[in-house]
């Protein structure tokens, strides 16, 4: 079975795809699949998961469920431990307990992904599979919302497509503002839930025409796609109510009902969403993993649009394709050491940042404006790659 899926293409432009479906086969009985991708290296906590109909009627969820870890001696919250070439998969049923009566089939429109733990995950995509439908959500459209990501370096379906990831978890970004800064909605938090009306995101031709011309209708509709920062295990999330009405090319009817009705007021809302009332404002992020080192072979994961993307986030990143390597830590770009290049470049054989030419001193880079040379050093390294 194949989905059509929507992502952001060249230029930043809303593009569609049909993937063969990530959960392979349909689930038995009264439950419902669920899958989540991630990127990054790490042992990032399987999120809890909640399912309503398109009614806002709960059907069932999911936990993190902690594990009996040997060599600790001690429990351990469930994690992503197929870490291999940067990518991380997690399947899984969610049992219909929760629908009247139990047990009863039914389908799940809404999900609610919510942090489990403390290690931030960064998401590359969520599908949901049922009987009869089978939905997936890429990262990608968190991206053109300006929220935090990174590349995820997690191939999904034939065609080499990898979406971009987008980060959560419990805490706030390191250099960020705390949990209790006055003004919440300045968005330098990560958010630790993800709410989707996830039967919206499929690749129709007029629906990507409508995200392009009318992005608040994707990034600032929270039961559509909302960024929250406290959500617990049990919360619940904004529906549609009455449930949507679409044209006969799948593109909403009636726009009103989409956009957030405080889109356009200039005071604050008072909801604790990563969505705002006014445009969402890009917020630069500091790298959270400093110690950690990516190469990529993969083209997707440009260094050069990483370093120059204001919302980008993550640890620092070469590209080999590009001989580019990206300071995360103040968003600049160093050439790749070559027959080329002797100083000031990065050597990808020391994972470390060759000084400048010999002889010159600080008082000739201010006079000459050469930049100074970061001095590098990394704890941690992955490459990603076939």
């Known amino acids: ?18 993937i063969d479906s990530l959960i392979a086969n349909k689930p038995k009985g009264a439950n419902t699949k669920v899958a989540i991708g991630v990127g990054q290296d790490g042992e990032g ?48 049923e969610v049992m219909h307990t929760q629908t009247v009566p139990k047990g009863k089939d039914a389908q799940a429109e809404y999900i609610m992904i919510q942090a489990a733990g403390d290690e931030p995950i960064c998401v590359t995509d969520i599908s949901v599979r049922g009987s009869d439908y089978d939905w997936v959500w ?27 990831c987008v980060w959560m978890g419990s805490h706030p970004v390191k250099g960020s503002p705390s949990k209790d ?42 039961p559509r796609m909302g960024f929250w920062l406290d959500k617990t295990r049990d919360s619940f999330i904004p529906f549609f109510r009455p449930p ?27 909801r604790r969403s990563l969505n705002s009332s006014s445009p969402i404002q890009p917020v630069q992020y500091k790298n ?26 993550g640890p620092d990143i070469v590209s080999v394709q ?13 050439p790749i050491c070559s027959t080329d290049v002797s100083f000031s470049c990065f050597d990808l054989g020391t994972q470390a940042m060759r000084e400048r030419k010999p002889g010159l001193s600080n008082r000739d880079d201010a006079q000459t404006k050469v930049r100074t040379v970061p001095q590098k050093e990394y704890r941690t390294s992955s490459v990603w790659q076939d």
Not at 288 to 313: N, Q
């Open 1 to 18: 079975m194949s989905v059509l899926a929507l992502f952001a293409g060249s230029d930043a432009f809303m593009v569609g795809t049909s």
């Open 45 to 92: 906590c399987v999120p809890n998961i909640s399912l309503w109909d398109t009614n806002g009627a709960r059907i069932g969820q999911r936990y993190n469920k902690p594990k009996f870890h040997p060599r600790k001696a001690r429990k351990q919250a469930e994690i992503f431990d197929d870490a291999k070439k940067g990518s991380r998969f997690f399947e899984t």
């Open 138 to 164: 890429f990262a990608d459209n968190a991206k053109m919302c300006n929220r935090p990501w990174y590349p995820g370096g997690r191939k999904v379906g034939s065609n080499n497509f990898r979406p971009a």
């Open 181 to 222: 800064a006055k003004d919440p909605s300045t968005k330098k938090e990560w958010f630790n839930a993800l709410g989707l009306h996830i039967n919206d995101f499929d690749a129709q031709e007029a629906r990507v025409i409508q995200f392009q011309e009318h992005p608040e209708s994707l990034c600032h509709s929270l």
């Open 244 to 270: 949507l009405e679409y044209n006969e090319d799948d593109s909403d009817k009636d726009l009103s009902l989409v956009v957030d009705k405080n889109y356009h007021k200039p005071e604050q809302s008072s």
């Open 288 to 313: 959270p993993r400093p110690g950690h080192l990516v190469i990529s072979h993969y083209p997707e994961a440009s260094a050069k649009e990483v370093c120059e993307s204001y919302t980008s986030m």
């Open 322 to 334: 590009e001989g580019l390597f990206c300071d995360m830590d103040s968003k600049e770009l160093w």
